[in-house]
Nanobody
Framework: VQLQASGGGLVQPGGSLKLSCDASGFTFERYAIGWFRQAPGKEREGVLCISGNFGRTYYEDSVKGRFTISRDDAKNTVVLTMNNLQPEDTAIYYC????????????????WGQGTQVTVSS
């Protein structure tokens, strides 16, 4: 089971990024994929998740209306689209998997990608 997060970078406030989580080694469509982030000096927090039945769950109120999540089971990929990025969105973003349903608890996920850095700065 492997997860590979990518797509991070430096963007100005108000800009957009798309993060991808590419998976291999398991039956992708049966799993929920969660995105978490961790800013320097802060705890890891759940951002957004998509379940194995395509349900979507937001865990961070500040991203509602700005971030969306989608999955392509044929390509074993989940994409986190981030619009109107703000400096407070700066963090390392991680994707993780658990069986079928989403959870806002990071310890509920059994496999994590390596993280991708998102920096929002002018």
């Amino acid at each position: 089971v492997q997860l590979q997060a990518s797509g991070g970078g430096l963007v100005q406030p108000g800009g957009s990024l798309k993060l991808s989580c590419d998976a291999s080694g398991f039956t992708f469509e049966r799993y929920a994929i969660g995105w978490f982030r961790q800013a320097p000096g802060k705890e890891r927090e759940g951002v957004l998740c998509i379940s194995g039945n395509f349900g979507r769950t937001y865990y961070e109120d500040s991203v509602k209306g700005r971030f969306t999540i989608s999955r392509d089971d044929a390509k074993n990929t989940v994409v986190l689209t981030m619009n109107n990025l703000q400096p407070e969105d700066t963090a390392i973003y991680y994707c993780a998997i658990r069986v079928i349903f989403c959870s806002d608890r990071s310890d509920a996920y059994f496999r994590w990608g390596q993280g991708t850095q998102v920096t929002v700065s002018s």
